[in-house]
C-alpha cells in the first residue's frame, strides 16, 4: 500500500509540472537570461571606516574533512576473495584481532557490530569530521541493507562524541532499481538500459525506496550537516538518461525531504551530473546548478585531486591510487600506483596520496577522501597489508598515520 501512495505521490509531481515540461523536438532550447553583474562605486577617503577590524588568517587546512565508508562487506563468509585485492585488511580472511565475540564467524562484515566500532574508533583517531556511508538502499544481499545502518549507529553512539554522518548516494543501485521495476531484474552496468528521468516514478527510486529510510535511520543528532542541512553526496549520472530533467528530478527530491523532515538536503552532485543540457535545460524547467548546493569529482584515487566550487562551496577529492586489474570480469583494467607522484617524479611510499594532500587548497569547505575502505579498487586508506616499494610490508595503518599527520600539520 505505502509503494502505491508513494508512486502517486510522484505521478501528482509529474501532473504539476514534472512531466508537463518535458521538451519536445520542435521545442526550442533557450538558456535562463544572464543577470547583469552589479557594479558599486569605490568608497571614497570620508566614507572609509576609522577603526581597521582584525584581518582573518588565512586558513592552513580545508575546513572540514569526510570520507566514503562502504559497509557492503560480509567476510570471510561471502565475497571475499583475496586474489582481487592488493591489500588484504585485518578480519578478510580470519576473526578481527581482539574481536571480542567471535562466536558469529564474521569478521569485516556489515553485520558485525565490533567491526563497526573498530572502523569508527580509526575514523575519528585520523581526524575525519563526518563519515558518507556508500548506500544502495535495500540492496538484494542481506547485508547490504539499510537495516545495516542500525549496527554502524549503534557503534557510533558509544563513542565519546559521535562522528556526523552524512549519506553517500550510490546512484547505480537507481539503474539497478529501475530495471528490477520493470521486470529486467536487478542490473546495472555501462550495457545496461539506464532510467530515463522523464519518467514520473524515477524520484520514487531516489527518494522513497532510498534516500528516505537512510535518514529515518540515522538519528538527526548524529546527521552530518552543512548550515543545518543534512549532507548527500551523490555517485555518477551513468544511472540515468535524459539528463535535461535533472534539475527538475533533484528539486523534486528536495522538496519531498523537506515535506518529511522538515529540511531541505545539501546536495553535492558528482561532476557528471551538470551536463549541458541540465545547465541549460530549456524554458520552464530547472537549471541544475539552481538546484544543486555544491559538486565535487569522483575519480581522483586515479586520476589525481580536483577541486569544485559552487556557489562559494568548494569541495576537493583526492585518493591514495587505484588498482582494479584483479576484479574478476573487469573491461576497463586501470592502474595509477601508490608510490607514483601525479604528474611523475621518483617513486616513494605514499607518493601518490602525499603529492595529492600537499595540492588541497587552503580554502577547501569539505575535503573527500576517495575512499576509506573500497578494497577491490584499491583505493582505501583505512588498516591493510600494503607493501613498500622495496617489497617489504608497511605497516597496516601507513595510510591512516599519513593522513593524520597532514591533518594535523606535521
Known amino acids: 500500500m505505502m509503494r502505491r501512495v508513494s508512486l502517486l505521490f510522484w505521478l501528482l509531481v509529474a501532473t504539476l509540472g514534472f512531466t508537463a515540461c518535458v521538451r519536445t523536438t520542435e521545442q526550442p532550447v533557450s538558456t535562463p537570461p544572464t543577470q547583469p553583474t552589479a ?98 538502499g535495500d540492496h538484494p544481499h542481506p547485508w547490504f541493507r539499510q537495516d545495516r545502518l542500525d549496527l554502524l549507529v549503534q557503534a557510533n553512539g558509544i563513542l565519546e562524541k559521535p562522528l556526523p554522518i552524512g549519506m553517500f548516494l550510490d546512484t547505480t543501485a537507481q539503474q539497478a532499481m529501475y530495471n528490477d521495476f520493470v521486470a529486467d531484474g536487478y542490473r546495472f552496468g555501462p550495457t545496461i538500459p539506464r532510467m530515463p528521468l522523464s519518467d514520473a516514478r524515477s524520484g520514487y527510486f531516489f527518494y522513497d525506496l532510498h534516500i528516505k529510510g537512510f535518514f529515518e535511520r540515522i538519528p538527526r543528532e548524529m546527521w552530518a550537516t552543512e548550515q543545518g542541512r543534512p549532507i548527500i553526496v551523490t555517485y555518477t549520472a551513468l544511472c540515468c538518461d535524459e539528463l535535461y530533467r535533472a534539475g527538475e528530478l533533484w528539486r523534486a527530491v528536495k522538496e519531498a525531504f523537506r515535506a518529511d523532515f522538515g529540511v531541505e538536503p ?59 586489474r584483479s576484479i574478476v570480469g573487469i573491461t576497463d583494467p586501470r592502474l595509477q600506483p601508490r608510490e607514483a607522484p601525479p604528474g611523475g617524479g621518483p617513486p616513494s611510499n605514499g607518493a601518490f596520496f602525499r603529492a595529492s594532500l600537499a595540492a588541497v587548497p587552503p580554502a577547501t569547505d569539505l575535503l573527500l577522501i576517495e575512499t576509506w575502505n573500497e578494497w577491490p579498487e584499491s583505493t582505501g586508506i583505512a588498516r591493510a597489508s600494503h607493501q613498500g616499494v622495496d617489497g617489504q610490508p608497511l605497516p597496516d595503518d601507513f595510510y591512516m598515520d599519513l593522513l593524520r599527520r597532514w591533518r594535523r600539520g606535521g
Open 266 to 324: 545539501w546536495l553535492i552532485l558528482e561532476e557528471t551530473w551538470f551536463t549541458p543540457e541540465a545547465l541549460a535545460p530549456g524554458e520552464g524547467l530547472q537549471p541544475l546548478e539552481l538546484v544543486a548546493d555544491g559538486r565535487y569529482h569522483w575519480g581522483t584515487a586515479l586520476h589525481g585531486p580536483q577541486t569544485a566550487t559552487l556557489r562559494n562551496f568548494s569541495v576537493t577529492s583526492v585518493g591514495p591510487g587505484f588498482d582494479n
Open 39 to 136: 557594479t558599486l562605486a569605490p568608497l571614497s577617503p570620508a566614507f572609509l571606516p576609522t577603526s581597521t577590524l582584525p584581518v582573518p588568517t588565512p586558513r592552513a587546512q580545508p575546513e572540514r574533512m569526510g570520507t566514503f565508508f562502504f559497509y557492503w562487506y560480509h567476510c570471510p563468509e561471502r565475497a571475499c576473495d583475496a586474489s582481487e585485492l592488493t591489500a588484504i585488511p585485518p578480519g578478510w580472511l580470519t576473526p578481527l584481532p581482539d574481536d571480542p565475540d567471535p562466536r558469529d564467524g564474521l569478521a569485516y562484515s556489515s553485520i558485525n557490530y565490533d567491526w563497526f566500532e573498530g572502523e569508527l574508533r580509526d575514523l575519528v583517531d585520523v581526524g575525519f569530521d563526518l563519515i558518507l556511508p556508500v548506500s544502495w
